[in-house]
């Protein structure tokens, strides 16, 4: 599996923008970037996904870069509810469908 | 849809019984996975189905472990005999397939699994 890297954590104020880094410089061409979040004591959630243009729905929106070894998922007005584990996976839909997940990050929003 | 049904919710259970989990996947979803959550560990991928068939059971952890889809409706996640070093949550997910390529997985509310 191709691998991701995450900060462990950031901090945000709420109401303000959040950027969430992620690099994934052995990305291969089948591989669509997935972004999925867990809030505390429930299972992970799915946020968005792309493969190498950005993409925008009613939780985030995902910025692509274009040689596609990085990715940012944006939150666009951080709220309490927010906080959460946010994990970037690489999953390449073309040869099954495993989903691996990291280590992600830890998203604390202040009020 | 109700989404992913897991049950139980919480099994308490002592070393040494065996410990049957259950999960539902929804309905027209083509691909299935159970993962064990500890803190230690984060999130691990256990198994993978693929409309019904095992793809990949290189996460689990050893022979105790062993899991079934006898249907797309249905899986189960046996441990025999369990030990206290299994306790954790296990997740099961759901995924479809749009187009013959997979989306957005659907996670249940996971099982809380203590071995005493």
């Known amino acids: 599996d191709a691998k991701t890297t995450q900060p462990n954590s950031m901090e945000s104020n709420e109401e303000e923008p959040v950027h969430l880094p992620c690099n994934h410089s052995t990305i291969s061409g089948t591989d669509y970037i997935h972004w999925y979040r867990q809030l505390p004591s429930q299972g992970p959630e799915y946020v968005i996904h792309?493969?190498?243009s950005n993409v925008n729905n009613r939780m985030a929106s995902l910025a692509i870069a274009e040689d596609r070894k990085s990715s940012t998922l944006i939150l666009h007005r951080a709220t309490l509810r927010d906080a959460a584990v946010y994990y970037c996976i690489l999953r390449d839909v073309t040869s099954g469908s495993r989903l691996t997940f990291g280590e992600g990050t830890q998203l604390t929003v202040n009020p | 849809d109700a989404g992913v049904i897991q049950s139980p919710r919480h099994e308490v259970t002592e070393m040494g019984q065996e410990v049957t989990l259950r999960c539902k996947p929804i309905s027209g979803h083509n691909s299935l996975f159970w993962y064990r959550q500890t803190m230690m560990r984060g999130l691990e991928l256990l198994i993978y189905?693929?409309?019904?068939?095992?793809?990949?059971d290189s996460g689990m952890p050893e022979d105790r472990f062993s899991a079934k889809m006898p249907n797309a409706s249905f899986s189960t996640l046996k441990i025999q005999p369990s030990e206290p070093r299994d306790s954790a949550v296990y997740f099961c997910?759901?995924?479809?397939?749009?187009?013959?390529?997979?989306?957005?997985?659907?996670f249940g509310q996971g099982t809380r699994l203590t071995v005493v």
């Open positions: 997910a759901s995924s479809p397939t749009l187009g013959g390529r997979y989306t957005e997985a659907f």
């Open positions: 189905f693929n409309n019904n068939v095992p793809i990949d």
């Open positions: 792309g493969l190498t």
